[in-house]
Nanobody
């Protein structure tokens, strides 16, 4: 399966963006999906994950109440809705697939199976 993250861009602090993770060459409903981000000069960090059905969602403390993960398996796509964006959210965002037990807990993405190309999110203060 190939994954492609999209929807990034430049936004002012307090604004919103919705990222998409689209799968091709496979059915995304087979996996849980995790979102990660990597700021310049920093290691990759776990943002959150959603299980195969969408019934379980995990968000890291830094984004709780601001970011929401959802999925539309019919569209073979997982979403990351980001609200109340802060300059600290500036990073390249990646999606990756794995079984749920590998997604959560997670830190830098160890154990994830497939990775998409990232999408840049820049939040201006």
């Amino acid at each position: 399966v190939q994954l492609q993250a999209s929807g990034g861009g430049l936004v002012q602090a307090g604004g919103s963006l919705r990222l998409s993770c689209a799968a091709s060459g496979g059915t995304i409903s087979r996996w849980a999906v995790g979102w990660f981000r990597q700021a310049p000069g920093m290691e990759r960090n776990f943002v959150g994950a959603i299980n195969r059905s969408g019934g379980k969602i995990y968000n890291e403390d830094s984004v709780k109440g601001r970011f929401t993960i959802s999925r539309d398996n019919a569209r073979n796509t997982v979403y990351l809705q980001m609200n109340s964006l802060k300059s600290d959210d500036t990073a390249v965002y990646y999606c990756a697939t794995a079984a749920w037990y590998r997604c959560v807990p997670n830190t830098v993405g160890v154990g994830m199976d497939y990775w998409g190309k990232g999408t840049q999110v820049t939040v201006s203060s």
